[in-house]
């Protein structure tokens, strides 16, 4: 597996850059994994989106479904993919240190 | 010689092999020559040219000696004339694990091109199907079939969680349009179509559902969206397990049988559509009452019978079409998508090669859920990046949504500046709306539906011409027509058509030049122009012109329904091309 280094941490990712342990998770990483997915600027309304994800990634398990997270942080879809143009899935899943999500994405 | 001992799983595989040998897998595993022809054909060898192992004859042969060995004569007289040889350690099964999902997506381009009929996919597949049997499979394949054996879809979204997002949708279509009769019904029983979707629409992108169903509205289609038996995918067609195809493909039949519906609409997804409509019959050991159809099919069908009205200069940036392996080289879906676009985007560019001949989307086969083999996959999308790129494309549409992820990968790989879309997005854009039911199909039929139209036909061959202007003024036209580019522009400027249908290959002044030359004639400009061609090549090269692009652009031979719905689509636009 090879790994991503942001300031003086390094983490093993996998093959389609997702990290491995989502406890190592900081803000840190967030910003650089975040420019891997072509967002150079993580703004208020991304810290937003991404501290949603990652908290209901460590309280559930899985990824919420686009619903879920529009419903509960009040962005409208095509908020979403303007923040994240690579889209929840891979994009914003990703920045957040989930792992990849599972199936045809 | 003592016997080499064999490990439980590997005599699994060997036993199991055995009842998966149908004439199909027996023959293309009995019938190789190594000629060769494959290897020119299959993505990985063309991006890997150094590396032999990648060879659809070489992949095959990791499980034909196999058979050799165990199952055909040949190998019990010569076995090493044939060499043949077996599996003994769970680590040679891991290797073929490699091989079969690592190395191959299954997308049928070497099946195509084999002289001997040999289809290295179905031998690919039931080899991953063995190894699936034993537990020998990827860790993304697992979880994946995992949650469609147990929850009943491949993203585990759980049922009220599915419905509470058809709603949303539902609601915010009901509000954009102001119109109550918009909103999606859930296990409505007894309608015309019956919609299922992919899961990842419903989990991460619901933007085509909502796109679906307004072009559903618009229709004033009967439809509804069953609240279980919704994914259309399988995950059995990908890992090679019958059952687990069986099994979910019975689930979206047992459904449309429940409800009563019509017809099963499947959105696009091009292994989803083969599952369902191709093979999920046989996996199920059922007949299916009802018949299947992509909504691409669907789509068509609205536009031709006039039940909904597109504008397609509402997308003017330059696409191009990728063929899905399982829609097009499997499912002979080639014409339909591209008949959509003619009448939804005023500028299509072909890719080449095409149809059945396209190459993979490098995502195929489950392979967007494997990503320990991300790196090999990526690597051996050049071959895609570099097809894409010749386009000159700034948009590539698909109608699949594996296709759609594989695709967005590469291009941000390769650095391509694409997007991708899908046809119901496309459609959705163009889309007219309209009040209400649109005129019933007998009446359309009944009026002279080209009344008042002027219309001047150039082609050089006479039963060409004869059979376009017959055609035309069947319908109500006053034809003219011109046998070559001098005759056409004289005409043009005499009779003032609303439309030319123009030919490229003619002799003197060929179709490009005299395409240009109308574009460049301020007295023309009110003047739209529908190519049609022999030599859809040459596409390119009229878009690449810079004049306005022509308003039409349909292949050789074109059925009376093709022309007719192209030609009234493109004189309903309105508005001049811009002067250069």
């Known amino acids: ?38 967002v150079d600027d993580l703004t208020d309304r991304h810290w937003k989106l ?23 942080t009040g962005f409208k879809l095509n908020e979403v993919y303007e923040m994240f143009p690579t889209g929840p899935a891979k994009g914003a899943c990703k920045v957040a240190g989930l792992p990849k999500p599972t199936g045809c994405v | ?75 019990g007289v010569l076995p090493w004339w044939v060499k043949a040889g077996s599996v003994f350690t769970d680590q040679e099964l891991e ?19 084999c002289p001997m009929g040999v289809d290295f996919a179905v031998v690919n597949r039931m080899t991953r199907g063995l190894l699936v049997s034993v537990g020998v499979m990827p860790a993304g394949v697992a979880v994946v079939s ?22 949303w949708m539902s609601d915010e279509l009901v509000e954009a349009l102001g119109e109550p009769a918009a909103a999606i019904a859930i296990d409505k ?69 429940e409800l009563g519906a019509k017809r099963v609409v499947m959105s696009e997804c091009g292994h989803g559509y083969r599952s369902t409509r191709c093979e999920g019959p046989n996996w199920a050991g059922m007949d299916v009452p009802f018949p299947m159809e992509s909504s691409v099919v669907t789509m068509l069908r609205y536009i031709n019978e006039g039940r909904i009205k597109v504008d397609k200069t509402r997308n003017t940036t330059p696409v ?61 999308a050049k071959v895609k990046a570099d097809q894409l790129r010749a386009t000159g494309a700034k948009v590539v549409v698909t109608s699949c949504h594996n296709c759609v992820d594989g695709l967005v ?65 069947d319908n109500g036209a006053t034809v003219f027509a011109a046998a070559d580019g001098n005759e056409c522009l004289a005409l043009a400027r005499k009779e003032r058509p609303d439309l030319i249908t123009l030919d490229l290959s003619m002799p003197g002044m060929d179709g490009g030049k005299v395409f240009e030359a109308i574009r460049k004639d301020p007295e023309l400009a009110k003047v739209r122009v529908c190519i049609i061609t022999g030599k859809p090549e040459l596409r390119k090269l009229i878009y690449e012109r810079d004049v306005t692009p022509p308003e039409g652009y349909l292949d050789k031979p074109v059925s009376e329904e093709t022309l007719l719905t192209n030609v009234r689509r493109i004189l309903e636009i309105t508005g001049e091309h811009k002067a250069h």
């Open chain 1, 1 to 38: 597996m090879a790994m991503f280094k942001a300031g003086d941490i390094e983490l093993e990712i996998d093959e389609d850059g997702f990290i491995q342990e989502p406890d190592k998770w900081t803000e840190g990483i967030a910003t650089a994994l975040a420019v891997t997915e072509g």
């Open chain 1, 50 to 72: 991404v501290r949603y994800l990652r908290e209901y990634y460590l309280k559930f398990g899985v990824a919420p479904m686009i619903r879920k997270l529009c419903k509960d």
């Open chain 2, 1 to 75: 010689m003592q016997a080499q001992e064999r490990s439980y799983k590997s005599q699994k595989v060997i036993d199991r092999m055995a009842k998966k040998l149908n004439r199909q897998i027996a023959g293309s595993l009995a019938a190789c020559v190594h000629c060769g022809n494959c290897t020119d054909s299959c993505h990985y060898v063309l991006a890997n040219p150094g590396d032999p192992t990648y060879a659809p004859a070489y992949k095959a042969d990791r499980i034909r000696r196999i058979f050799k060995r165990h199952f055909d004569w040949t190998g």
């Open chain 2, 95 to 113: 290797e073929l694990k490699d091989v079969a999902f690592g190395k191959c997506t299954n997308c049928r381009r070497c099946s195509l091109n």
């Open chain 2, 146 to 167: 995992k949650d469609q054996w147990e929850i009943g879809n491949q993203m585990g979204v759980l049922k009220e969680d599915y419905v509470e997002t058809i709603q």
């Open chain 2, 189 to 257: 029983p007894g309608c015309e179509i019956m919609y299922t979707i992919n899961p990842r629409e419903a989990k991460y992108d619901p933007r085509t559902i909502s796109d679906a169903a307004k072009i559903f509205h618009a229709a004033g289609e009967s439809w509804t969206m069953p609240s279980e038996g919704w994914d259309m995918t399988n995950f059995g067609l990908f890992s090679g397990d019958d059952d687990l195809g069986g099994v979910v493909a019975r689930r979206v039949y047992e459904k449309a049988i």
């Open chain 2, 320 to 380: 191009t079409y990728h063929d899905s392996c399982n829609n097009a080289r499997s499912c002979g879906m080639f014409e339909e998508p591209r008949e959509v676009l003619n009448l939804v985007v005023t500028d299509f560019r072909e890719m080449y090669p095409n149809r059945a001949e396209n190459y993979c989307c490098t995502g195929g086969g489950g392979a967007m859920s494997m990503s320990e083999y991300t790196p090999q996959r990526l690597k051996s």
């Open chain 2, 409 to 473: 990968d590469l291009i941000r790989h390769y650095k391509l500046d694409m997007k991708v879309t899908q046809l119901v997005n496309l459609v959705s854009d163009a889309l007219v709306i309209e009040k209400r039911a649109a005129v019933p199909v007998t009446e359309i039929a009944a009026a002279l539906v080209l009344a008042g139209r002027r219309i001047l036909v150039v082609d050089d061959e006479p039963d060409v011409r004869t059979f376009l202007t017959a055609m035309l003024e």
